[in-house]
């Protein structure tokens, strides 16, 4: 093959065509471009890389090659979650998600608006009437992203400083909201109960003051543990001035009680479970939800959508509610910077809650909880294992296998070897809990994916 002067995949590779560039913009070289940059941040050395595969076909093979060395839940039985859940997707969300006119990531603007706007305002919509909330963002980077979004709304509504999360949340989630918080912002965990895996209320009261400036708590919690104390949360925190920020999988609003019949201020949480492939743990897209008061809607740093009056008179469109507050408007005064987020993913929730319907949802909750009750109860019976927490679970449960005698990484490896994935270990994160692992129940798993788990654990503990 002869050599080309450029690269296929690389834009503006040729010579002559970087020649033209650097005259526009008035240098000589690229070197003028990169001269602000610190010498000892400079890489000097030469990078390992392999030489280019210029042939799209060869590239295309030699990236499949790498790609199946990985397990994929096609071929093996899942039982890992942990804020990536396996969830069946019905063949018209993919179908919608790759259209031209939805196909990016981007929110867009009228310029570019080809339904984008109503099909996101419909998606709002019904997201709205599950967590039972007037006003939805237009979706955030992942649940992550909108805790942290809503406590810095939380600390703009009120001028306090603190925020209280529990012990027992997500490490990733918290990192996240520890990241995007400071240093304005203090995060203090509440503890959690290790025999209920409830947020542990004396401890909710002996943190909570006049500088707390929300409560932040998950229903069903991150060890999968449905929160029955969520009443009394909620009065705690209102009691001293707080506001309530509950984080949920939206997935269990078809069995669960909507977040703000018992006292939520603000909603949140991930809408993977709606129409999204696990893809390498991300497919994932957050939400934010209030009521339609001023206090909470001027503090929106993303952009919301709404039906108001046109020109015509009689006639109605899709727009953009309270602009001036985000940082399109004003980069300078913008409460927080929200650039290319998850609309795409946000237009395919809409397209999975207008498939389930109120009914579909319903029997998805139930059908999850049944699946989960048969596991646990199997689980519960083999010699070793023991379910970490009483009370009720959603979709996951933790195992702990202190007296198997075996870490959760030993025992996953030999699931691995049956093509069955083990709970995710929770031995680092969570070390209180010992050897246990955070099983996922959903939808796709059948009687016999659970009866395999089942034996193939009788035979390692």
């Not at 019949?261 to 497919?283: R, S, T």
């Not at 870490?407 to 691995?416: C, Q, R, W």
Request: include cysteine; charge should be negative.
């Amino acid at each position: 093959m002869s050599k080309i002067a450029g690269h296929p995949y690389i834009p503006n590779s040729v010579p002559e065509i970087k020649e033209q560039m650097l005259k526009e913009i008035g240098i000589d070289s690229v070197e003028d471009i990169f001269k602000e940059i610190p010498d000892h941040l400079r890489f000097k050395g030469q990078m390992n890389l392999p030489e280019p595969i210029l042939s799209e076909y060869a590239l295309r093979r030699h990236v499949e090659g790498i790609l199946a060395k990985n397990k994929n839940c096609k071929d093996n039985i899942s039982f890992l979650g942990g804020g990536t859940w396996q969830h069946y997707v019905p063949s018209v969300c993919d179908t919608i998600a790759s259209r031209d006119e939805f196909l990016t990531a981007y929110v867009g603007d009228a310029y570019s608006d080809h339904g984008k706007f109503q099909a996101l305002f419909e998606s709002a919509s019904m997201i709205g009437e599950l967590v039972d909330m007037d006003v939805v963002n237009t979706p955030t980077y992942d649940w992550a992203n909108a805790i942290a979004i809503s406590c810095r709304m939380a600390a703009r509504i009120n001028g306090r400083k603190e925020i209280l999360v529990p012990k027992s949340m997500s490490p990733g989630r918290l990192m996240v909201v520890n990241n995007y918080c400071k240093p304005e912002i203090r995060v203090i965990p509440v503890d959690y109960d290790v025999n209920t895996g409830l947020l542990n209320l004396a401890d909710l009261r002996r943190k909570i003051s006049s500088n707390t400036s929300a409560v932040y708590f998950e229903n069903p919690s991150f060890l999968g543990v449905i929160e029955t104390q969520v009443e009394e949360i909620s009065k705690i925190a209102k009691e001293n001035g707080a506001l309530v920020i509950v984080g949920v999988d939206p997935s269990s609003l078809g069995v669960l009680e909507a977040p703000a019949k018992y006292g939520a201020d603000i909603v949140c949480g991930e809408l993977q479970p709606f129409g999204m492939h696990m893809q390498w743990g991300g497919g994932l897209s957050g939400f934010i939800a209030t009521r339609d008061e001023k206090e909470f809607v001027a503090e929106y740093p993303s952009l919301l959508f709404g039906i108001t009056t046109t020109t015509k008179e009689g006639e109605y469109g899709f727009g953009e509610v309270f602009y001036e507050r985000t940082s399109y408007a004003s980069r300078e005064k913008g409460k927080d910077f929200i650039g290319t987020c998850t609309a795409l993913y946000g237009i395919v929730a809409g397209v999975y809650l207008a498939l389930m319907g109120p009914q579909g949802m319903q029997e998805l909750g139930e059908g999850i909880m049944q699946r989960v009750q048969y596991a646990i109860s199997k689980l519960s019976k083999i010699k070793g294992v023991k379910l970490a927490f009483d009370g009720y679970h959603f979709k996951e449960f933790v195992l702990n296998f202190d007296k198997t005698g075996k870490t959760v990484a030993e025992i996953n490896a030999g699931l691995k070897a049956l093509n069955i994935f083990g709970g995710k270990d929770l031995s680092k994160d969570f070390p209180e809990l010992g050897q246990s692992a955070l099983y996922c129940i959903t939808e796709v798993h059948t009687q016999e994916d659970i009866d395999k788990l089942v034996e193939a654990l009788e035979t390692f503990c």
